[in-house]
């Protein structure tokens, strides 16, 4: 009986099989498939824009290619790839990128790639064109799980192909890029799981050409190439529908993510929401739109060179570039029993090179380190890291008015600090940095000049003017920090964000003198941190204008009790900038505790609408000029 119903079983199986290939088939046949090819566009595109031509592959000696090589077999079906690898006579590992073609989920080639693939490798890339299961061939999600072998294939052959196998990113073109999304999103899933599972899925970054990012969102319009893909119809197959959909997917692990689109928006449904999931993240991302491009503009010049430009620049950023991709070329350890190879911080500080080639970690062990330490202008990429962030300590007495015993002379504030950062790119991690002296005079505990620098999971400890965040255009970022002090003891011109930091008022006073440069967007912004005070301490203000442009702003921030009602101060009596308060810009965005009273905060300051908020992510608040990858990975990366 069990055997027969067996059969039972296996006949239904084959008939329901027998009966989607079919209905495949009607379907193809009712719509017509044509091939979709670099010639066919150009063909279909011409007319529209006759300046167009279509871009050809290289043929060059810098590059190493390896054509149709087979990377999975079903029985007696093979899939291929495609692999471009940088010839510059070495054995040197690569970022790597796998490419992934468009055509509605039913048509399209590998080679439709090959120029694009070629470039990056002649951009340093090894470059991965493979094909995979189209939807006339076998339903979702047959090409996800090809492709996300793919991924594994290239990981397997990183020896070969010289990839480096921690730095694999995906690219994909209209319906590939939705397929290169849904890989990036989805590492290691169970629902998408294959062989060699030992081997990861995960990529590191996502480039989305002119692709989808949900079948489900209001502004999508897929229609019978997606619903033959998946399957079905949106109402015969809504559950495919929704688990193909990336946008579902993302979330804070969603590694650095590129679109690149026409203006044509049916081909970027969902892609506004993905990126404000990625900026509440913190994540990297970037959007780019060739204004009067055709979908398909990937395949022509001129839009093929500003496609390749945008994401060569992109990878640059997250994969080679020294103030995001900190290549760690050297590792120092401190201790002051002599264990180490320095018992002093700025012997090993001094020992590193000038303007050196890559990181340098410099791990101290616990102890009082009674330094006066600087970090000069021509030391970049230097990474402080504490063994614990309690018992490593960094301190000093210095403060204004004190004798110098070097030089005889008086010190002044902005020579009292105990650590002294110049230079770019210097992060600092699990140590507590102290200025000692109280009561004595302003007495800097940290004093930053540097740009895209980083403390974290750090406490800073002073009095008055416990940190300095100086100089117009620096760019700081201060995360789950411990900050103690009197008087104005967060102060400066520097753009500088606080995350989830506890910042503990030692007297009534003031907490924050920002004196933003009249031409620099943000001064100082607060997300997430909590302001408590010591006992007795019960009227602080959250900030007063030390310039006349001072900017402030706190969003969801907790104030406790000893926060005074009116919230800020004008200093009065500023001979030098009188009636500050008509040009100081102070806000604040869900405050809580009993320290919240935005009903009684002094009429020139300002309550930020939920929209208005939104324009604080750090990619609108350190981007300026320069990318704010540096911010993204800070936060996001594990130590």
């Not at 005889?408 to 210097?426: A, C, H, M, N, Q």
């Not at 800097?444 to 999971?457: M, S, T, Y």
């Not at 003017?465 to 100086?470: C, E, G």
């Amino acid at each position: 009986m069990n055997i027969k119903l067996n059969m039972n079983l296996n006949k239904s199986i084959l008939f329901l099989t027998f009966l989607v290939c079919f209905i495949l088939k009607i379907q193809a046949q009712e719509h017509e498939i044509k091939p979709y090819t670099v010639a066919g566009t150009y063909e279909k595109l011409k007319k529209d824009y006759p300046f167009i031509r279509p871009v050809e592959p290289l043929k060059s000696d810098n590059i190493l290619a390896k054509e149709d090589l087979v990377y999975k077999k079903i029985g007696e079906r093979e899939i291929k790839a495609d692999v471009y690898i940088p010839n510059n006579g070495d054995n040197r590992k690569y970022p790597a990128v796998l490419l992934i073609h468009g055509g509605g989920w039913l048509t399209g080639s590998k080679e439709n790639e090959r120029a694009m693939a070629q470039h990056l490798a002649m951009n340093g890339y090894t470059a991965v064109t493979a094909s995979y299961r189209l939807g006339t061939e076998a339903t979702y999600p047959a090409g996800v799980l090809d492709l996300k072998e793919a991924v594994k294939w290239m990981r397997e052959n990183a020896e070969d192909f010289q990839i480096n196998r921690d730095k694999i990113a995906v690219l994909g073109a209209s319906a590939g890029a939705q397929l290169a999304t849904l890989l990036g999103v989805t590492p290691d899933y169970e629902i998408y799981e294959t062989e060699n599972e030992e081997i990861s899925d995960e990529v590191q970054a996502i480039i989305n050409v002119d692709g989808v990012v949900s079948f489900v969102h209001p502004e999508a319009e897929e229609g019978w190439m997606a619903a033959t893909w998946l399957g079905g119809s949106k109402a015969e197959k809504l559950e495919s529908w929704v688990e193909a959909s990336p946008l579902e997917y993302v979330d804070a692990e969603t590694p650095p993510t590129l679109f690149i689109n026409s203006s044509y928006p049916r081909f970027h449904a969902g892609r506004d929401d993905m990126t404000e999931i990625l900026s509440e993240n913190g994540i990297y991302y970037e959007v780019h739109t060739l204004e009067n491009s055709p979908h398909s503009f990937w395949l022509m010049h001129p839009w093929f060179e500003r496609t390749l430009d945008l994401t060569v620049n992109f990878l640059d950023k997250v994969f080679k570039d020294s103030s995001s991709a900190r290549e760690t070329y050297r590792e120092i350890t401190v201790a002051q029993d002599g264990s180490g190879d320095y018992s002093n911080i700025q012997e090993a500080i001094n020992s590193t090179r000038d303007l050196g080639p890559g990181e340098v970690k410099i791990h101290i062990k616990n102890g009082t380190y009674s330094e006066k330490l600087e970090i000069p202008s021509w030391k970049h990429q230097l990474t402080l890291i504490g063994e614990s962030q309690e018992n490593t300590i960094i301190t000093n007495d210095d403060y204004s008015g004190k004798i110098d015993s070097v030089t005889g002379k008086k010190l002044s504030t902005f020579t009292s600090y105990t650590v002294l950062v110049r230079g770019d790119d210097i992060q600092i991690q699990n140590l507590s940095i102290k200025n000692s002296s109280c009561g004595e005079g302003q007495a800097v505990a940290l004093h930053v000049e540097g740009d895209r620098f980083v403390i974290k999971n750090s406490n800073i400890l002073g009095c008055q003017d416990t940190i300095y965040t100086a100089t117009e255009g620096s760019r700081q970022l201060y995360l789950n920090c411990y900050i103690e002090g009197t008087t104005d003891f967060i102060f400066g011109e520097a753009t500088a964000v606080f995350k989830n930091c506890t910042i503990k008022s030692l007297r009534n006073s003031y907490v924050t003198a920002a004196a933003t440069p009249q031409n620099q967007q943000f001064g100082y912004v607060f997300i997430d941190c909590k302001l408590t005070a010591a006992e007795d301490v019960d009227e602080v203000y959250l900030g007063r204008p030390w310039r006349p442009y001072a900017q402030t702003v706190f969003i969801n921030t907790e104030l406790g009790s000893h926060i005074v009602p009116e919230g800020w101060d004008p200093w009065t009596g500023d001979k030098m900038f009188p009636n500050k308060e008509e040009t100081t810009y102070y806000a604040e965005y869900n405050s809580k505790g009993e320290g919240a009273s935005p009903e009684t905060r002094v009429e020139w300051s300002y309550q930020l609408s939920k929209e208005e908020a939104k324009e604080y992510t750090l990619e609108n608040i350190f981007r300026n000029t320069k990318d704010w990858y540096w911010a993204s990975k800070a936060i996001n990366q594990n130590d």
